[in-house]
């Protein structure tokens, strides 16, 4: 059993910062790969970061240059900062992890075994 505690949602003007945190214990955070996925009601799931084990990253095209995704592995958290809001942003973010034996950087939703309840982000025009 997997248990998420992610925080950081909330409403915000556009251009606007928010910055969301995810953690959970019952896996070895060490030998977890995490990404952070959104969707917004009609539209198509969309993993925006990811980073792996070992600190790698990667971000979709949407995310380039205004997400970034950081984690503490002495606190068992990972991060999504993210800046220069847009309305297209809006959208339930969900924490996800990848837990195996090899270290990936991927934003894949299927290679992500344990997902959070997520955080609603709003950004408003």
């Known amino acids: 059993e997997v248990d998420f505690m992610e925080s950081g949602g909330g409403s915000v003007q556009a251009g606007g910062s928010l910055k969301l945190s995810c953690t959970y214990s019952?896996?070895?955070?060490?030998?977890?790969?995490m990404g952070w996925s959104r969707q917004a009601p009609g539209n198509e799931s969309e993993m925006v970061p990811s980073?792996?084990?070992?600190?790698?990253?990667t971000y979709a095209d949407s995310a380039k240059g205004r997400f970034t995704i950081t984690r503490d592995n002495a606190k068992n958290v990972v991060y999504l900062q993210m800046n220069s809001l847009k309305p297209e942003d809006t959208a339930m973010y969900y924490c996800?992890?990848?837990?195996?034996?090899?270290?990936?950087?991927?934003?894949?939703?299927?290679?992500?075994?344990?997902w959070g309840q997520g955080t609603q982000v709003t950004v408003s025009s």
């Open positions: 019952e896996f070895s955070f060490d030998d977890s790969d």
């Open positions: 996800a992890a990848h837990w195996g034996d090899y270290g990936l950087v991927t934003l894949l939703p299927k290679e992500y075994n344990y």
């Open positions: 980073i792996s084990r070992d600190g790698k990253t």
